[in-house]
C-alpha cells in the first residue's frame, strides 16, 4: 500500500514539473536556433581586426544580440576577399583598397562598409642595405617581390611614376608575405620588395633594410584617403544583418582607439596572437598613424577611383570600374 503510494506521488509530481522542463528546453533550443555564425577574417596588415578578437568585447557584444563569431586568418587581403561571401568562407573582412577594386572588377558579390585611414608609414619598398640600391629609379630592369592585388602593389606603381618609371620596367616577382620575408633575408632573389607592416618591421630588424619609398614619401598630405584600407562584407551577408555589421564597425573603432593610445600593450597583444616578436610590433603600432575608422563617403571614393583607374590602365584588371556604384558601398552613418 505505502509503496503505490509513493509511486502515485512520484508520478503526480512528474506531472506537475513536467510542463515547466518542456519550456525551458523549448525555450533554451529556441534560442539555439537562433543563434547565427558570422565569419570574420583577420590578418597581420589589419591589427584593429586581431584586436577586436583577441580582446573579446566584439564577440560579446554580439553574443547579445543572437550572434557567435569565427575568425579565420589570412595571409593577405586578396585571399581574405576570394574567401568572402562563399558557403565555407567568411562573412566580413578587411584590409588594402586594392583587392576590393579586384573584386568589382570580377563582379564579385563585395561591399565596402567601412574604411580606415591610411597609416604614413610601415607600408613601403624596401631594398637591403648591400644591395647599393639608393632610390626607386635605380629598380628599371630590376626584380622587384611583392603580393598581387594589394595596396603595396599601387604603392609600387605611384612611385615608380614619381621617379620617372612604369610597371613595365621593372620585373614584378609575385610571392606570399611569408616566402618574400624568407626570401628577402637571405638575399639575392629580389633586388627590392614591396610590403607592409609588421613585416616591413620584421625585415628592417633582421637585415640591414634602406626604405627606398613609402606611403608619405610617394602620397604625401593625401595618405590618409589614398593609401586607406576598407573592411568590406558581402552583398547578401548585408542584407539580412545590417545591425550586426553596424555593431561590428562600432566596436573596431573602439579596438582602433585602443590600438592608437596604446602601442606597447597591443604590441603584447599582437605578438602572442601572431607568434611574432614584440619589438617588431611595436614599431609597427608605433608609426601606425590615427587609423581611424570613418564612413565610406565621396570623398575617399574620388581616390579609390584614382587606384582603380592606375590598375585598369595597366591592364591590371579587366574593366573600367564605376566606383560610385552604390552596389559596391554602404554608409553605415545613413
Same mark, same amino acid.
Given at each position: ?110 561591399? #565596402? ?16 642595405? #648591400? ?83 613609402? #606611403? ?8 590618409? +584617403? ?15 544583418? +545590417? ?16 590600438? +592608437? ?57 579587366? +574593366? ?15
Amino acid at each position: 500500500m505505502f509503496k503505490n503510494k509513493t509511486i502515485k506521488c512520484f508520478f503526480k509530481i512528474i506531472l506537475a514539473i513536467f510542463p515547466f522542463v518542456l519550456s525551458i528546453f523549448i525555450s533554451t533550443n529556441g534560442q539555439a536556433s537562433k543563434t547565427k555564425t558570422i565569419s570574420i577574417g583577420y590578418q597581420s596588415g589589419m591589427p584593429v581586426l586581431t584586436i577586436a578578437k583577441e580582446k573579446g568585447d566584439l564577440a560579446k557584444t554580439l553574443e547579445k544580440k543572437g550572434y557567435k563569431i569565427t575568425w579565420h586568418y589570412f595571409n593577405s587581403t586578396s585571399d581574405m576577399i576570394d574567401a568572402t561571401g562563399n558557403a565555407s568562407g567568411i562573412d566580413f573582412g578587411g584590409g588594402g583598397a586594392t583587392a576590393s577594386i579586384f573584386a568589382q572588377a570580377s563582379n564579385k558579390d563585395i561591399v #565596402n562598409v567601412a574604411a580606415q585611414t591610411g597609416a604614413h608609414h610601415g607600408s613601403a619598398i624596401i631594398t637591403r642595405k #648591400n644591395s647599393g640600391i639608393k632610390s626607386i629609379k635605380e629598380l628599371k630592369g630590376k626584380k622587384v617581390a611583392l603580393t598581387k592585388g594589394t595596396a603595396q602593389q599601387y604603392l609600387l606603381v605611384e612611385a615608380l611614376k614619381k621617379a620617372g618609371l612604369h610597371y613595365s620596367d621593372i620585373k614584378p616577382v609575385y610571392m606570399t608575405p611569408s616566402d618574400a620575408l624568407a626570401a628577402y633575408k637571405k638575399g639575392g632573389q629580389f633586388a627590392a620588395w614591396a610590403i607592409w607592416d609588421p613585416l616591413t618591421a620584421q625585415a628592417q630588424k633582421s637585415a640591414g633594410t634602406k626604405v627606398l619609398a613609402d #606611403n608619405e614619401s610617394v602620397f604625401g598630405k593625401s595618405t590618409d +584617403r589614398q593609401f586607406a584600407a576598407y573592411f568590406f562584407t558581402s552583398a547578401t551577408f548585408l542584407k539580412n544583418n +545590417r545591425s550586426a555589421v553596424k555593431v561590428i564597425i562600432s566596436e573596431l573603432k573602439k579596438s582602433a582607439t585602443w590600438y +592608437r593610445k596604446n602601442p606597447k600593450a597591443a604590441a603584447k597583444l599582437l605578438s602572442k596572437a601572431y607568434n611574432t616578436d614584440f619589438a617588431s610590433l611595436y614599431v609597427a603600432a608605433k608609426r601606425s598613424g590615427s587609423r581611424k575608422i570613418i564612413p565610406v563617403n565621396k570623398q575617399l571614393l574620388t581616390s579609390y577611383k584614382s587606384q582603380a583607374d592606375v590598375f585598369y590602365d595597366l591592364n591590371l584588371i579587366s +574593366r573600367k570600374i564605376n566606383v560610385y556604384d552604390q552596389k559596391y558601398y554602404w554608409d553605415y552613418e545613413k
